[in-house]
T-cell receptor, first 115, second 111 residues
Framework: DSGVTQTPKHLITATGQRVTLRCSPR?????VYWYQQSLDQGLQFLIHYYNGEERAKGNILERFSAQQFPDLHSELNLSSLELGDSALYFCASSPTGLAGVNEQFFGPGTRLTVL | QKEVEQDPGPLSVPEGAIVSLNCTYSNSAFQYFMWYRQYSRKGPELLMY????GNKEDGRFTAQVDKSSKYISLFIRDSQPSDSATYLC???????????FGQGTRLTINP
């Protein structure tokens, strides 16, 4: 158990809908990263938040957005869903304040199925 | 061309064999190198973490980084059926930066 929690585990929804995925980082970690894993693209970085602020964006669609709240949990919002958005969505957190460290610990993921 | 290349396998070896998994990369800015293990439908689990070049050993696992060749390896000694999983290499250029993953190698250890 990495200490990172994600809810829900599974999500089945229809095209055009909007969903919210939730992540709680490990205790003490200020950084949260979101990744998408699909069969054809592998694990792809979406976005990074540090202590409530957006730090970096990857190949994240404009239909997707995220935020990190004062209690450090993060939410990934996916809207106008398409069939191709079906994937595993992971969040990861990393230790803070340790120089030369970039270990990222992954949660169990949310499996999204868009029908 | 992808920044990180990893042979997807599948790779099948008998129990007790030494397994060698490899990745090559093109971005010379990468400084942090990691290996993750992922069981089916589970989150990636961090196995090994290396900063810059060199070797690192942890039990049956050894990670090697050769920055001059842009090549990293993971060796598993005395492989066990429980090691059957997908192994992902990952790397990043700096602290608190995104990880770039290889495609993953599916490994099966046969009893």
């Amino acid at each position: 158990d990495s200490g990172v929690t994600q809810t829900p585990k599974h999500l089945i929804t229809a095209t055009g809908q909007r969903v919210t995925l939730r992540c709680s980082p490990r205790s003490g970690d200020l950084s949260v990263y979101w990744y998408q894993q699909s069969l054809d693209q592998g694990l792809q970085f979406l976005i990074h938040y540090y202590n409530g602020e957006e730090r970096a964006k990857g190949n994240i669609l404009e239909r997707f957005s995220a935020q990190q709240f004062p209690d450090l949990h993060s939410e990934l919002n996916l809207s106008s869903l398409e069939l191709g958005d079906s994937a595993l969505y992971f969040c990861a957190s990393s230790p803070t304040g340790l120089a030369g460290v970039n270990e990222q610990f992954f949660g169990p993921g949310t499996r999204l199925t868009v029908l | 061309q992808k920044e990180v290349e990893q042979d997807p396998g599948p790779l099948s070896v008998p129990e007790g064999a030494i397994v060698s998994l490899n990745c090559t990369y093109s971005n010379s800015a990468f400084q942090y190198f990691m290996w993750y293990r992922q069981y089916s439908r589970k989150g990636p689990e961090l196995l090994m973490y290396t900063y810059s070049s060199g070797n690192k050993e942890d039990g049956r696992f050894t990670a090697q980084v050769d920055k001059s060749s842009k090549y990293i390896s993971l060796f598993i000694r005395d492989s066990q059926p429980s090691d059957s999983a997908t192994y992902l290499c990952a790397m990043s250029p700096g602290e608190y930066q995104k990880l770039v993953f290889g495609q993953g190698t599916r490994l099966t250890i046969n009893p």
